[in-house]
């Protein structure tokens, strides 16, 4: 019942080129608070799950639950509206609009979600900087911060909405060893202490081996 995620029997096939197999029978969960890592070579099919996984592809076979809601087989507007409301996405590049500021691009998804007004998402905002100690950021043109700092603004854009839900795609992948220990502290402090859960795409067996759980796939199966 603590399930935040659950994959049941998901397969995934390309018909283009030629007719592949690519996601074979994929079965998991992830609970409340649960840190989890997914990894495996290249090609074995990992971003074909995420966007699976993230609502973005609904093109596949079996079922998808999120918070215990049945979402496969929701409507477009529904899956855009769940999608902003319930999960938060962390990217390799951060997508920051360049010519906003950090605050402003901070409270785009909760103006996009449309359920507060423009004051209330300003505080949010400013509270989810704090949280990551870049508050004193929020007036500077996003340009104009270092790597280290856009992924951790993009890290507080990905909790404005008080996701369920943080999703990763090698999000450490572009940084330096000391902005990739940053971030995991981050996403380690944000199941432990805020019961978030988080599921991340790495090749970074040292930031994997040290998350609750690996998700090991080879060929489009888990295997462990
Ligand atoms: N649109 C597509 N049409 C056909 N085949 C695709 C398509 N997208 C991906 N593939 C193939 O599906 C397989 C899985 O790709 P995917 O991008 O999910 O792998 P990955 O594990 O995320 O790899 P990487 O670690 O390199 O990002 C690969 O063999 C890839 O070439």
Redesign the pocket.
């Known amino acids: 019942m603590n399930n935040v995620l659950e994959a049941r029997h998901i397969n995934k096939y ?4 030629t007719l ?1 197999h ?2 074979k029978d994929i079965n998991f969960e992830i609970k409340k608070g649960e840190f989890v890592s997914i990894m ?12 699976i996984l993230s609502t973005m592809d609904t093109d596949y076979e079996g079922e998808l639950l999120l918070n215990n809601e049945l979402i496969t087989g929701q409507d477009r507007d529904y899956l855009s509206h769940i999608r902003n409301k319930h999960i938060g996405f962390v990217f390799q590049f951060h997508y920051l609009l360049s010519e906003f500021s950090v605050l402003e691009n901070v409270m785009l998804p909760a103006k996009k979600l449309a359920e507060k007004s423009e004051q209330e998402i300003k505080q949010d905002a400013i509270e989810k900087l704090k949280m990551l100690n870049i508050e004193h950021l929020a007036n500077k043109r996003a340009s104009n911060v270092s790597g280290g700092e856009k992924q951790r603004i993009a890290i507080a854009r990905a909790l404005i909405n008080n996701p369920s839900i943080i999703m990763g ?2 999000p450490t992948g572009n940084l330096d060893s000391y902005n990739s220990e940053n971030v995991f502290n981050i996403f380690k402090q944000l199941s432990a202490d805020h019961n978030l859960s988080l599921l991340v ?1 790495t ?1 970074d067996e040292d930031f994997a081996k040290r998350t609750n759980r690996i998700i090991t ?1 080879e060929d ?1 199966r888990i295997i462990s």
């Open positions: 390309f018909k283009k080129p592949y690519v996601l495996g070579k290249s090609g074995c099919g990992k971003s074909t799950l995420l966007y795609d090698e795409v090749h796939m489009g």
